[in-house]
């Protein structure tokens, strides 16, 4: 019996033409710039989100610590939400190798930053104080389910940092999530900020990868920072031939993904004792169950071949490429079971 794996769309495989994409890849030395097929994805991407330039990294986490890098200077602070991705899975890397403070302020339930906080936490000018150096969003937003920022939201966080001159970037691990939830082109979220980044190895299902997006300068400046982490690749073409198909084939299908993950929380939310927490805007679902530790349902789950994560005090389920609609039927079929039996 198949494994249905509901932990995250990290876990999606590549699908046969990617990886026949990648065995055809043409390749050369990218850190002399030669990678046809590196050169390719980079003005891709450059061009999906809108901006000049763009710059393959190994991940996300990569991305972003290379993107906070090339727009401060060290005894920065980034402010950022106190929910971000940044601040609680990236191994306090801004801290660490970067030298950077990151000033939190709280994200609401919709993953937007509280905006007088931010004016609160944005530093003036006083030799006491650090200097601010940038601000952070996230979109969609991980831990507040998968949640979207329009261009409201959005539009508001580019007027407040102009006020106070300080560049932006934006955490798009899913930003192509976020696009299809609001039906507008990435590039529309994208404006917003200065730089932005996407993973290619989430809901996309390429092996490996993300791409930084920005200006020319800031990219040039980044390319050297990706170096400084140990990320300059050489025939990255072999990753970079999967972004490129990617971009071409998979970016449509995430639909697929969104319209599963509504049935998926539709299903668990008639079933006893289930709460979403919250509905689900995009692939990510949320949920609480009571009477149940949450550890001990994960495991039983496991027992029937269902895996998600208990993630303090909720359960995540993550729908991908991986998992079709019949899988999602089957999963909510074994949860109903377990959940009927009791605990
Ligand atoms: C997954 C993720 C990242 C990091 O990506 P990795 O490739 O796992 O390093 C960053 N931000 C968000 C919002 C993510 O979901």
């Given at each position: 019996m198949k494994i249905i794996d509901l932990?995250?769309?990290?876990v999606t495989l590549p699908p046969p033409e990617m990886r026949k994409a990648i065995a055809e890849a043409e390749l050369g030395d990218d850190v002399f710039g030669d990678d046809p097929t590196v050169n390719r994805l980079e003005a891709m991407a450059a061009e999906v989100m809108g901006k000049e330039a763009a710059l393959l990294t190994i991940s996300g986490t990569q991305s972003n610590l290379t993107a906070m890098l090339s727009h401060c200077q060290r005894g920065n602070e980034v402010v950022l939400g106190d929910k971000s991705h940044i601040v609680h899975?990236?191994?306090g890397g801004a801290f660490a190798l970067g030298g950077l403070g990151l000033r939190t302020v709280p994200n609401d339930e919709q993953g937007r930053l509280e905006l007088t906080e931010v004016r609160r936490a944005i530093?003036?000018?006083?030799?006491?104080y650090p200097a601010t150096g940038l601000i952070c969003i996230e979109n969609t937003h991980n831990l507040c389910g998968g949640s979207v920022l329009d261009e409201d939201d959005l539009a508001a966080v580019r007027a407040l940092a102009d006020e106070h001159d300080l560049p932006v970037h934006l955490d798009g691990a899913r930003l192509f999530n976020a696009a299809l939830a609001m039906r507008v082109p990435a590039s529309q979220l994208a404006q917003y900020a200065d730089s932005v980044a996407f993973s290619l190895c989430k809901g996309l299902a390429c092996p490996v990868g993300s791409v930084l997006c920005g200006s020319e300068e800031f990219i040039g400046e980044a390319r050297r920072y990706r170096k400084m982490l140990g990320g300059g690749m050489r025939q990255a073409g072999i990753i970079a031939a999967a972004g490129v198909y990617a971009l071409e084939n998979?970016?449509?299908?995430?639909a697929d993904d969104h319209e599963n993950a509504s049935a998926l929380a539709e299903e668990l939310a008639s079933l006893p004792g289930i709460e979403l927490?919250?509905?689900?805007?995009?692939n990510l679902v949320y949920f609480t169950v009571e009477g149940w530790s949450l550890g001990e349902l994960v495991r039983r789950l496991e027992e029937r071949r269902v895996l998600c994560l208990d993630e303090g005090g909720r359960i995540r389920m993550v729908t991908h490429y991986g998992v079709g609609g019949g899988d999602v039927e089957q999963a909510v079929a074994i949860v109903r079971s377990l959940v009927a039996a009791g605990a």
């Amino acid at each position: 019996m198949k494994i249905i794996d509901l932990r995250s769309d990290t876990v999606t495989l590549p699908p046969p033409e990617m990886r026949k994409a990648i065995a055809e890849a043409e390749l050369g030395d990218d850190v002399f710039g030669d990678d046809p097929t590196v050169n390719r994805l980079e003005a891709m991407a450059a061009e999906v989100m809108g901006k000049e330039a763009a710059l393959l990294t190994i991940s996300g986490t990569q991305s972003n610590l290379t993107a906070m890098l090339s727009h401060c200077q060290r005894g920065n602070e980034v402010v950022l939400g106190d929910k971000s991705h940044i601040v609680h899975y990236e191994v306090g890397g801004a801290f660490a190798l970067g030298g950077l403070g990151l000033r939190t302020v709280p994200n609401d339930e919709q993953g937007r930053l509280e905006l007088t906080e931010v004016r609160r936490a944005i530093r003036g000018r006083d030799v006491h104080y650090p200097a601010t150096g940038l601000i952070c969003i996230e979109n969609t937003h991980n831990l507040c389910g998968g949640s979207v920022l329009d261009e409201d939201d959005l539009a508001a966080v580019r007027a407040l940092a102009d006020e106070h001159d300080l560049p932006v970037h934006l955490d798009g691990a899913r930003l192509f999530n976020a696009a299809l939830a609001m039906r507008v082109p990435a590039s529309q979220l994208a404006q917003y900020a200065d730089s932005v980044a996407f993973s290619l190895c989430k809901g996309l299902a390429c092996p490996v990868g993300s791409v930084l997006c920005g200006s020319e300068e800031f990219i040039g400046e980044a390319r050297r920072y990706r170096k400084m982490l140990g990320g300059g690749m050489r025939q990255a073409g072999i990753i970079a031939a999967a972004g490129v198909y990617a971009l071409e084939n998979m970016v449509g299908r995430l639909a697929d993904d969104h319209e599963n993950a509504s049935a998926l929380a539709e299903e668990l939310a008639s079933l006893p004792g289930i709460e979403l927490a919250p509905p689900p805007q995009s692939n990510l679902v949320y949920f609480t169950v009571e009477g149940w530790s949450l550890g001990e349902l994960v495991r039983r789950l496991e027992e029937r071949r269902v895996l998600c994560l208990d993630e303090g005090g909720r359960i995540r389920m993550v729908t991908h490429y991986g998992v079709g609609g019949g899988d999602v039927e089957q999963a909510v079929a074994i949860v109903r079971s377990l959940v009927a039996a009791g605990a």
